[in-house]
């Protein structure tokens, strides 16, 4: 399984980007995506899943991020909206290997993309 992440760019506060990843090989349908991000100096964190038809959002970007799926695509979608230079990172897909629900738990995700890199400034 390859995971290709795009769409990450430099931003200003207040702007919008929409990242995408795109998903290949033996991938379970029912499996659950997530997007995690990490910046300089700081532990990765989830920042939002989809699942079983349902999403998990982390709290410092609900109302603000929307993730959303085309599964006949196999890519997932991050629409971020409202940046804020906290939500500087490098932004990482990430696909479980079996039927999930929506979760930020990292330890889940066995596939993981190299990342796209989103600067709010």
């Known amino acids: 399984v390859q995971l290709v992440e795009s769409g990450g760019d430099l931003v200003q506060p207040g702007g919008s980007l929409r990242l995408s990843c795109s998903a290949s090989?033996?991938?379970?349908?029912?499996?659950?995506m997530a997007w995690f991000r990490q910046a300089p100096g700081k532990k990765r964190e989830g920042v939002a899943s989809?699942?079983?038809?349902?999403?998990f959002y982390a709290d410092s970007v609900k109302g603000r991020f929307t993730i959303s799926r085309d599964n006949s695509e196999n890519t997932v979608y991050l629409q971020m909206n409202s940046l804020k230079p906290g939500d500087t990172a490098m932004y990482f897909c990430a696909i479980t290997s079996w039927a999930a629900r929506a979760t930020l738990a990292p330890r889940l995700y066995k596939y993981w993309g190299r990342g796209t890199q989103v600067t709010v400034s």
């Open positions: 090989g033996a991938i379970d349908s029912g499996s659950a």
């Open positions: 989809i699942g079983n038809g349902l999403t």
